[in-house]
Every structure is written in C-alpha cells, then in structure tokens.
C-alpha cells in the first residue's frame, strides 16, 4: 500500500473516530424534566447519589422562577451540557430571556454550568465567586475524571456580579437574598416572598448524608437554627426531594452535631483515623443516602483538626 493511501486510510479512521465522539457526546441526556412547585417556579431534582458516570453529575437540585422580569435561575448544575439542556428546557416553558442566574456556592454541580449562559447574567456572593476562580479548575478537573464525557467542553465560568444580601425585585417576585456559611464560607439562600419557597442551597440535605470538604460545623449548625425560623410553605434542598416542613433542616442539623460530638470525642480518646473510621454510625442515620462514602470523606476532610485542637488542649494541661 501506497504511504499516500496508508495516510488517506488513517484520516479516514481519524474522521469516523471523531465523529463517533461527538455522537456520543451529543447522546448524553440529562432527561432534565422541570416540575412546577408553586407559581411561576420550578425545579429540577437530582439523584441522591455520588457523582458518577451513570448519572452524568446529575445530583442537585437546581430551580428556576419565571418573572415578569425575565428568568431567575438558581445553580446552574455539573457540566456544560447540563446547563445547555437547563436552559432549552426553560425555554419550552416559557420565550421570557434569563436574566439572572445565581449560584449558591463555589460546589461544582452548582456552577460548572454557567457558561451555558450569558455572563452578564451570572452572580453570586464575593466569597463564592473567589472560590470558583481559585479552586473551579481542580473542580472541573475532578468531575472530569468522575462523568467522563458528560464533562465534554466544560469549563469553569466565575460570575462578575456580586450579589449583597437582602431583597431583590424581580419583576412580579420579591426575593430576599441570604447570605448564610458553614457549609463553604458563602452560602446563598434565596427566600421567594411572593411564593413562599425557600431555596436551602446545600446548607440543607434531605434523606442524604451532608457533604462536608469546606464546612465549618458550628457555624452550618448556627445557620440551620436561622434556616428554621424562616416562613417558607416549600423547602427546596440542595440535594434530595423537596420537603413542607422543618425536618430536612433537622435532620441535617442532627447529622452535623452527631458528627462534631463523634469527632472530638474520638480524638480526646487518642484514636487514629483508622480507628474512628471503624467505628459505627448511629442507627438514626443508617437510612441516609451514602452515608459510609460520606463519612469516609468526612472523617478524612475534618479529623486531622479535631486531632490538633486535642494534642493543643492536651498541652496546655499543667
Ligand atoms: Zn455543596
């Protein structure tokens, strides 16, 4: 065979190749199904799972509410190809333009959809938006390796507008805008007065274990006990079904103050991280969705400071 006919051959394969990966890429359907909870609103619920191939990083809760001043939409999901799928399903709902998209915090199944949308239309708390530039990359990267090519042609996109807490007018919508933390440093609840439904973001996880690799316990508990006092009819959790009632909020609650007792007691007892890793789950949370897998990573992510703060009392100890 001629090195011409080889090479002819070869971009022949090359094509077909190409072509197979684009058709795979486009097969990827999220089968995004907006439900309508209340007026002018919906939402889009996640699988209570890891993220995975399967579910193509589909595990959140993202919302959007139609006002008469455009499209409010709130987070913008794991991929590229989420955000996109978001936005048509929107647009089958309804020709109004998305004016404002909100991310509540730097978590990549929250914002690596931005760049679906136009810019101007992204924003968030300062802290968030300092997250997603310095640490939206590795996210990005991660997901990567956890969706494959869900992922593909996904990049992360910092919002520009920063939001400052307290209410904003959309249109027909009276929204007040909280800035909570604990969960990350900058956690955004969005309270729509005009309807009644509080969106949680990830401060509040309903029949899942609570993610923790930028909590702070105390400060996510303090913002919970706030949480509970607000006047909402409909509770949209950042993961799990949405809920009339305060029993998310405390069982999310329970699970951060269980883990914050478990933890410092484990290291005032001087165990390893082996050691606290074999130790039980308490049976009232056995039910939660992938509560081992949680707890691992919990363990892991906040331990070593438990750790220290018992090694420092230790020393201080005449
Ligand atoms: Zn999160």
């Known amino acids: 065979m001629s090195s011409l006919r080889r ?11 190409g072509w197979t990966l684009v058709l795979a890429a486009a097969d990827r359907d999220y089968g995004l199904a907006p439900v309508r909870i209340a007026d002018d609103t919906w939402v889009l619920v996640g699988r209570s799972e890891d993220f995975s191939f399967a579910n193509g990083g589909n595990i959140v809760n993202t919302a959007f509410i139609v006002t008469s001043a455009g499209v409010v939409v709130i987070d913008s999901g794991p991929s590229r190809s989420y955000g996109e799928q978001l936005k048509r399903a929107i647009a089958r709902i309804t020709d109004k333009p998305v004016s404002l998209v909100l991310n509540t915090h730097h978590h990549p199944d929250h914002f690596l959809g931005n760049q679906a949308f136009a810019i101007e ?6 802290a968030t938006i300092k997250g997603i530039h310095s640490e939206g990359g590795s996210f990005n990267e991660n997901m990567y390796r956890l969706a494959g090519d869900w992922m593909a042609g996904t990049e992360p996109v910092a919002p520009a507008r920063q939001l400052a ?3 904003l007018t959309m249109g027909n919508h009276r929204l007040d805008l909280i800035a909570l933390d604990g969960h990350t440093e900058a956690d955004l609840v969005i309270f729509d007065r005009s309807t009644g439904v509080l969106f949680a973001g990830d401060l509040v996880f309903n029949g899942r274990t609570p993610t923790t690799p930028h909590a702070n316990l105390q400060r996510w ?3 919970l006990d706030q ?19 305060t029993k998310p909020i405390r069982q999310t609650r329970a699970w951060l103050a269980w883990l914050d007792r ?14 606290v890793l074999a130790l039980p789950i308490p049976a009232e949370f056995r039910d ?12 892991g992510q906040l331990y070593p400071a438990y750790e220290q703060r018992a090694l420092s009392a230790e020393r201080r100890k005449p």
């Open 121 to 126: 239309t992204l924003a968030a708390l300062p």
């Open 288 to 299: 939660l969705a992938v509560v081992d897998a949680e707890y691992r990573r919990s363990v």
């Open 262 to 275: 478990h933890l410092r007691q484990a290291a005032e007892d001087g165990l390893d991280m082996t050691e």
């Open 221 to 223: 508990q303090a913002a």
């Open 227 to 245: 949480l509970a006092e607000a006047p909402f009819t409909t509770l949209v959790p950042g993961h799990g079904p949405l809920a009339d009632n």
């Open 165 to 167: 807490p307290g209410p």
């Open 7 to 17: 090479s002819t051959r070869a971009l022949i394969a090359l094509f077909a190749l």
